[in-house]
């Protein structure tokens, strides 16, 4: 996908500042950090995710001759900017946290380590890739603890922000737990398997639904899922009953029936009893239609007999919580910590590690917040990823991020688990950090903060 690489996806400012940093000869080391200040009201977690095309994007991006001579034609931009563009390649480090860990506010799950003017200039995509993918793997994670004994699918393609959106969603809702995707070239991309059934416009074709059912079922016989709510879905589910010893003469057997419309919950029941009640006791039930985590929480205090879920639109944007308060900043330049005093968007600084702390059962406890060449008890969460522009940790496959992922929810809390309302969990800043903070504020005069 082109989109992924080409250099001129960022912001105008940034090559305004290395125009600006090249000329003042600010070139030294620099340490960015990308994390979210606070997480939503509706969130108690984070779920990292992303780092894969972020890493992609840093290893291949470059600026073309096209590229270069649009620029230069602009007349924005100095010759000397120019040519250190027509060279540009990303050799700095990565630190990040694994796809799949979940994280809190203030945890940064990646830092970049270049020279100024590199790390500066991949600022923008690189919040473009984490952010997106974080934001649905977190709340698609939210809706796999919500229905734990569903089978989650991924629905929501055409109604995504884009098509990039829509594929990215794919992933990252993969990661965090669903079974699969619609998407098709999600499983070309990445191996996510894909789930589908029929249109409305497929049945409605036919001037019989028994016939609709019949050429779908012997056109597609594996797998097969019959849409049954075109018309009147109890009435369907009649005509489903009806169908399938002829069918089953033929070998093919009815998996599941899909409702995408009323009240799922109470057409589930009363589908289930026709389904038991003509002997398909193994069809399956998929529902879809609208769901959010609303209906998620209905249809388990209801009990509805529903096996699977194809979440669309509240999954692909978000739609509870559609961004997160994230920031790329500068927390070291030429070896000397640096720091953010803005009101309500003051920053840490320095290059940081997350130490993390388990009680007895396994389950998460507790969060440290320092200096990377601090010292505590816990797991250390951010590695090394990148070195001179080159991945230099194995990268581990969708599979083996999805496992993580799935370990990191049995890890939660209880109350992280099963709460419908955001609950806090202890993210505690060392005193080390906090001397780091008070002495980069003195080197630049600023008043102690409040509190």
């Not at 999600?186 to 001037?207: C, L, N, R, V, W």
């Not at 998620?296 to 509805?304: D, H």
């Not at 507790?366 to 194995?394: C, N």
Request: one cysteine or more; aromatic letters at 8%; glycine letters at 8%.
């Amino acid at each position: 996908m082109e989109a992924l690489s080409n250099a001129l996806l960022t912001d105008l400012y940034q090559l305004t500042m290395i125009q600006a940093y090249l000329e003042s000869g600010q070139t030294d080391m620099a340490s960015f950090e990308f994390f979210v200040r606070k997480l939503p009201a509706q969130r108690s977690f984070l779920m990292a995710a992303g780092l894969e095309q972020a890493l992609e994007f840093l290893k291949n991006v470059r600026f073309s001759e096209e590229e270069l001579r649009w620029l230069a034609r602009t007349g924005k931009f100095s010759a000397k900017l120019i040519d250190y563009l027509s060279g540009f390649r990303f050799t700095g480090e990565v630190h990040a946290m694994p796809e799949g860990t979940v994280f809190f506010g203030n945890e940064p799950i990646l830092r970049i380590t270049a020279p100024l003017p590199e790390a500066q200039l991949v600022e923008t995509r690189l919040v473009n890739i984490l952010h997106f993918q974080t934001l649905i793997a977190s709340k698609a994670a939210r809706m796999v603890l919500l229905a734990p004994d569903k089978l989650l699918v991924d629905f929501g393609l055409r109604r995504a922000h884009g098509a990039d959106a829509g594929l990215m969603a794919a992933r990252a809702s993969y990661i965090a737990g669903f079974a699969g995707t619609a998407t098709l070239m999600a499983e070309k991309s990445f191996g996510i398997p894909t789930y589908g059934t029929m249109a409305h416009s497929f049945i409605q074709s036919f001037d019989s639904e028994t016939a609709a059912f019949e050429a779908f079922a012997r056109a597609r016989p594996q797998n097969l899922v019959l849409l049954i709510d075109t018309y009147d879905t109890e009435a369907a589910a009649r005509k489903v009953v009806a169908l399938a010893p002829r069918l089953k003469a033929s070998g093919i057997a009815i998996r599941s029936v899909r409702i995408d419309s009323g009240d799922l919950a109470a057409l589930a029941n009363s589908v289930r009893d026709i389904l038991d009640a003509g002997g398909l006791k193994d069809t399956g039930i998929f529902v879809s239609g609208g769901i959010d985590d609303a209906a998620l929480i209905a249809f388990a205090r209801e009990k509805a007999p529903i096996d699977g879920i194809g979440i669309g639109t509240s999954l692909v944007t978000s739609s509870d919580a559609p961004a997160l308060d994230c920031a790329y900043k500068l927390q070291e330049y030429a070896g000397v910590p640096r720091r953010k005093r803005s009101t309500g968007k003051a920053t840490w600084p320095g290059r940081k590690q997350v130490w993390r702390r388990y009680d007895r059962d396994g389950r998460m406890m507790v969060d440290i917040l320092s200096t990377e060449d601090d010292a505590h008890e816990g797991q250390t969460l951010i590695r090394p990823v990148m070195s001179g522009g080159e991945w230099i940790a194995s990268r581990p496959s969708l599979q083996d991020v999805r496992a993580h992922a799935r370990q990191e929810l049995e890890r939660l809390p209880l109350q992280l688990r099963t709460s419908k309302l955001a609950v806090p969990y202890p993210v505690q800043v060392s005193r080390r950090l906090e001397q780091f903070a008070a002495a980069a504020d003195r080197r630049m005069n600023l008043p102690e903060l409040p509190g």
